[in-house]
C-alpha cells in the first residue's frame, strides 16, 4: 500500500497541480520527499509561510487554478492565517496542506513539539472547509474531495491537515461517500428579465466572482444588450475594458462616476458580495438591487435587495442573455450613457493634469501591453492605482482586499509570474511593505522568476502617517528608517534603478521589462494622501 505522502501526491498530480509553495520542516519532510520523486510537479522554496500562501493566491488568481501551499505543524501554520484570510476574501481557490503531531497524541495536550491545540479552528472562519486525517482515513480520497471543493461554486481555500507519522504510513483505501447536495431551485429569470427591461437606466457591478468563473465575457455581452453603465469592485476591474465605452471603473468613485449610480433605477450585481470593505463604507447607495451569486451567504447584509438569483454563475448569465437578445430599449439609452463617458473622460484629464498620482500610473500603463496584471500593495500608490489604473484584461489588477498584512503584492506577483510566465507583471509596494518580506527576492534568483518591482519610497507608513495627520494634527511612530535598497537589489543579484520622476519610471520600466529578469525599482516620491476623500 502507498503511504500517506504517495497518496497525497497522487492526488494532486491527478488534479493537475504542477506547482506548490512552501518550506520543508521536521514535520513534513516525508511529504517533500514524495514531491522530490515527481517530477510533474515543481515546488518553489519559499522563505517565509506568509509570503508562500500569498503566492499561492497570487499563481490561483492569474492561472485561474488551484494554488497549493504547504506548511508545517503549529507555527508555520499560524504564520499563514492571513493570507488565507485574504484568499477568503478574494475568493481564491487554494489548498493548505500542513501537517499535525502523531494523530494518536493530538488532543492530548502532553507538550509534543510545536502542538497547537485545536489547530484546525485557527480557520474554522476563513475556508470553505476544513479535512483532518485520522488513523484509518483514506489520505487520497480526502486530498481529492478537498481540491473539489476548493474548486467547486464560489472557490475559496480549503485546509487539509495530515498528522506527521500519517504520512509515513500506510494510507487506507476506504474512500469518502459521494456528497449528496439537493439540487438548488432556479432561479427566477422571468422576474428579473422583466426588471431589467422595465429600467429606464440599468447599471451592472462585476466583482470578483466574475473573474473566478472566466465571465468577463457574458457581462460584455449583457452590458452592450442592455447598453448598460458597467462598474465593478477593486478586484473586478478589467471585466470590461477600462476603454469600453460602457466601462466607467471603480464604483467607489465619486464624481461622473457616482453621479452614473445616482442617475440609475435598477443594479444588476454579478459576482460580487457586496462587502462594506468593498463598497458601503465609501458611502456607495445602489438603486433597486438584483444580486447574482454563488450563493445566498451575502445577499442581503449590507444592501436592500430587490432579487436575488443564486446557484451557478454561468448558468444564470447565459439565461439572461438569451432573455436579453434583440432588447430594443437599449438603443434609445446609448446617446445619454456616450454623454455620461465624455464626461467621465473630460473629468479624468482634469485631474490627470494635477495628480502626480496619476501621472505615474500612466507612466507604469504605457510600459504595459493590454494583457499584463499589475499587483498592487495596501501603499499610497495603490490605493490610487484602485481608483485610476486603467484595466485592459479580467484580473489585470490584483489589490489584497481580504484581510492580509501589507507586503502582499511582491508575494502574490511571484505567484501570478510563476502562473503565467509568459504574461508582463509588475509589482507595486510601499517601503514599509517590502520590508515584510524583501527576503522572497531570494525566492526569485532561486527559480529564475523575474519582473519589476515599482518600490515606492517615502520612508513612511504613508497612509498610517495620513491618517494621523487628518484625525490628530500629528504623525507618530509613522516614520521609517530604511536601507539602500540599490544596495540591498544588488545583494541579491538583482538589477535596479532609482527614479523619481514620471518619465524617470516609465523609462526605468520599459527597461526592466524588455530584459526579462528580476528588478527592482525604486521610485523616490513623497504621495501624501489617498483618493478616498477627493475623488
Same mark, same amino acid.
Given at each position: 500500500?502507498?503511504?500517506?505522502?504517495?497518496?497525497?501526491?497522487?492526488?494532486?498530480?491527478?488534479?493537475?497541480?504542477?506547482?506548490?509553495?512552501?518550506?520543508?520542516?521536521?514535520?513534513?519532510?516525508?511529504?517533500?520527499?514524495?514531491?522530490?520523486?515527481?517530477?510533474?510537479?515543481?515546488?518553489?522554496?519559499?522563505?517565509?509561510?506568509?509570503?508562500?500562501?500569498?503566492?499561492?493566491?497570487?499563481?490561483?488568481?492569474?492561472?485561474?487554478?488551484?494554488?497549493?501551499?504547504?506548511?508545517?505543524?503549529?507555527?508555520?501554520?499560524?504564520?499563514?492565517?492571513?493570507?488565507?484570510?485574504?484568499?477568503?476574501?478574494?475568493?481564491?481557490?487554494?489548498?493548505?496542506?500542513?501537517?499535525?503531531?502523531?494523530?494518536?497524541?493530538?488532543?492530548?495536550?502532553?507538550?509534543?513539539?510545536?502542538?497547537?491545540?485545536?489547530?484546525?479552528?485557527?480557520?474554522?472562519?476563513?475556508?470553505?472547509?476544513?479535512?483532518?486525517?485520522?488513523?484509518?482515513?483514506?489520505?487520497?480520497?480526502?486530498?481529492?474531495?478537498?481540491?473539489?471543493?476548493?474548486?467547486?461554486?464560489?472557490?475559496?481555500?480549503?485546509?487539509?491537515?495530515?498528522?506527521?507519522?500519517?504520512?509515513?504510513?500506510?494510507?487506507?483505501?476506504?474512500?469518502?461517500?459521494?456528497?449528496?447536495?439537493?439540487?438548488?431551485?432556479?432561479?427566477?429569470?422571468?422576474?428579473?428579465?422583466?426588471?431589467?427591461?422595465?429600467?429606464?437606466?440599468?447599471?451592472? $457591478? *462585476?466583482? %470578483? &466572482?466574475?473573474?473566478? !468563473?472566466? #465571465?468577463? +465575457?457574458?457581462?460584455?455581452?449583457?452590458?452592450?444588450?442592455? =447598453?448598460?453603465?458597467?462598474?465593478?469592485?477593486?478586484?473586478?476591474?478589467?471585466?470590461?475594458?477600462?476603454?469600453?465605452?460602457?466601462?466607467?471603473?471603480?464604483?467607489?468613485?465619486?464624481?461622473?462616476?457616482?453621479?452614473?449610480?445616482?442617475?440609475?433605477?435598477?443594479?444588476?450585481?454579478?459576482?460580487?458580495?457586496?462587502?462594506?470593505?468593498?463598497?458601503?463604507?465609501?458611502?456607495?447607495?445602489?438603486?433597486?438591487?438584483?444580486?447574482?451569486?454563488?450563493?445566498?451567504?451575502?445577499?442581503?447584509?449590507?444592501?436592500?435587495?430587490? $432579487? *436575488?438569483? %443564486? &446557484?451557478?454563475?454561468? !448558468?444564470? #448569465?447565459? +439565461?439572461?442573455?438569451?432573455?436579453?437578445?434583440?432588447?430594443? =430599449?437599449?438603443?434609445?439609452?446609448?446617446?445619454?450613457?456616450?454623454?455620461?463617458?465624455?464626461?467621465?473622460?473630460?473629468?479624468?484629464?482634469?485631474?490627470?493634469?494635477?495628480?502626480?498620482?496619476?501621472?505615474?500610473?500612466?507612466?507604469?500603463?504605457?510600459?504595459?501591453?493590454?494583457?499584463?496584471?499589475?499587483?498592487?500593495?495596501?501603499?499610497?500608490?495603490?490605493?490610487?492605482?484602485?481608483?485610476?489604473?486603467?484595466?485592459?484584461?479580467?484580473?489585470?489588477?490584483?489589490?489584497?482586499?481580504?484581510?492580509?498584512?501589507?507586503?502582499?503584492?511582491?508575494?502574490?506577483?511571484?505567484?501570478?509570474?510563476?502562473?503565467?510566465?509568459?504574461?508582463?507583471?509588475?509589482?507595486?509596494?510601499?517601503?514599509?511593505?517590502?520590508?515584510?518580506?524583501?527576503?522572497?527576492?531570494?525566492?526569485?534568483?532561486?527559480?529564475?522568476?523575474?519582473?519589476?518591482?515599482?518600490?515606492?519610497?517615502?520612508?513612511?507608513?504613508?497612509?498610517?502617517?495620513?491618517?494621523?495627520?487628518?484625525?490628530?494634527?500629528?504623525?507618530?511612530?509613522?516614520?521609517?528608517?530604511?536601507?539602500?535598497?540599490?544596495?540591498?537589489?544588488?545583494?541579491?543579484?538583482?538589477?535596479?534603478?532609482?527614479?523619481?520622476?514620471?518619465?524617470?519610471?516609465?523609462?526605468?520600466?520599459?527597461?526592466?521589462?524588455?530584459?526579462?529578469?528580476?528588478?527592482?525599482?525604486?521610485?523616490?516620491?513623497?504621495?501624501?494622501?489617498?483618493?478616498?476623500?477627493?475623488?
Amino acid at each position: 500500500m502507498e503511504s500517506g505522502s504517495d497518496a497525497l501526491v497522487r492526488a494532486l498530480r491527478e488534479a493537475g497541480v504542477d506547482t506548490v509553495f512552501g518550506i520543508p520542516s521536521i514535520h513534513n519532510i516525508r511529504l517533500y520527499e514524495c514531491l522530490r520523486g515527481e517530477p510533474s510537479i515543481r515546488h518553489i522554496l519559499c522563505r517565509q509561510e506568509a509570503t508562500a500562501a500569498n503566492m499561492a493566491d497570487g499563481y490561483a488568481r492569474a492561472g485561474n487554478r488551484l494554488g497549493v501551499v504547504a506548511a508545517s505543524t503549529g507555527p508555520g501554520t499560524g504564520y499563514v492565517v492571513p493570507a488565507i484570510h485574504e484568499a477568503w476574501g478574494a475568493s481564491s481557490p487554494l489548498l493548505l496542506i500542513t501537517t499535525n503531531i502523531a494523530a494518536a497524541k493530538i488532543g492530548k495536550g502532553l507538550g509534543s513539539l510545536h502542538e497547537l491545540e485545536d489547530q484546525d479552528a485557527l480557520f474554522r472562519n476563513i475556508t470553505k472547509a476544513r479535512f483532518m486525517v485520522r488513523q484509518g482515513d483514506d489520505v487520497h480520497a480526502l486530498a481529492t474531495e478537498a481540491i473539489r471543493v476548493a474548486l467547486s461554486g464560489r472557490p475559496g481555500p480549503v485546509y487539509l491537515e495530515v498528522p506527521t507519522d500519517l504520512l509515513d504510513e500506510a494510507s487506507a483505501d476506504a474512500g469518502i461517500p459521494p456528497s449528496a447536495e439537493a439540487p438548488a431551485p432556479g432561479p427566477d429569470l422571468d422576474a428579473a428579465l422583466a426588471l431589467l427591461r422595465r429600467s429606464r437606466l440599468p447599471i451592472l $457591478l *462585476a466583482g %470578483t &466572482g466574475v473573474v473566478r !468563473a472566466g #465571465l468577463a +465575457g457574458e457581462v460584455r455581452r449583457i452590458a452592450e444588450a442592455l =447598453a448598460s453603465p458597467v462598474v465593478t469592485t477593486t478586484n473586478g476591474k478589467g471585466v470590461l475594458p477600462e476603454d469600453h465605452p460602457l466601462c466607467f471603473g471603480h464604483a467607489v468613485r465619486g464624481g461622473a462616476v457616482r453621479e452614473v449610480i445616482r442617475s440609475a433605477d435598477l443594479c444588476l450585481a454579478i459576482g460580487t458580495r457586496l462587502r462594506e470593505s468593498d463598497l458601503k463604507q465609501h458611502d456607495l447607495h445602489l438603486p433597486t438591487l438584483i444580486h447574482v451569486d454563488w450563493d445566498d451567504t451575502w445577499v442581503g447584509r449590507n444592501y436592500e435587495t430587490e $432579487l *436575488a438569483l %443564486t &446557484g451557478d454563475l454561468p !448558468a444564470i #448569465l447565459g +439565461g439572461l442573455l438569451n432573455g436579453l437578445e434583440g432588447n430594443a =430599449a437599449a438603443k434609445g439609452r446609448m446617446k445619454a450613457v456616450q454623454a455620461m463617458k465624455r464626461s467621465l473622460e473630460n473629468e479624468l484629464g482634469e485631474i490627470r493634469a494635477v495628480r502626480t498620482e496619476l501621472q505615474l500610473l500612466d507612466s507604469i500603463r504605457n510600459a504595459l501591453p493590454r494583457e499584463s496584471i499589475l499587483c498592487v500593495d495596501n501603499t499610497q500608490l495603490g490605493y490610487w492605482a484602485e481608483y485610476f489604473y486603467p484595466s485592459y484584461a479580467s484580473g489585470g489588477l490584483m489589490g489584497a482586499k481580504g484581510s492580509t498584512t501589507i507586503g502582499f503584492s511582491l508575494a502574490a506577483a511571484i505567484g501570478a509570474k510563476a502562473a503565467c510566465p509568459g504574461k508582463p507583471i509588475v509589482a507595486v509596494i510601499g517601503d514599509g511593505g517590502f520590508q515584510y518580506n524583501a527576503h522572497e527576492l531570494a525566492t526569485c534568483m532561486r527559480h529564475h522568476i523575474g519582473f519589476p518591482v515599482i518600490l515606492v519610497n517615502d520612508r513612511s507608513y504613508g497612509i498610517i502617517a495620513f491618517l494621523q495627520r487628518h484625525f490628530f494634527k500629528k504623525e507618530y511612530e509613522s516614520n521609517l528608517v530604511n536601507p539602500d535598497f540599490t544596495a540591498l537589489a544588488a545583494a541579491y543579484g538583482l538589477q535596479s534603478a532609482c527614479v523619481d520622476s514620471a518619465a524617470g519610471l516609465g523609462g526605468a520600466l520599459r527597461e526592466a521589462l524588455a530584459s526579462g529578469g528580476m528588478w527592482l525599482i525604486e521610485l523616490r516620491a513623497s504621495l501624501p494622501e489617498p483618493p478616498f476623500w477627493l475623488y
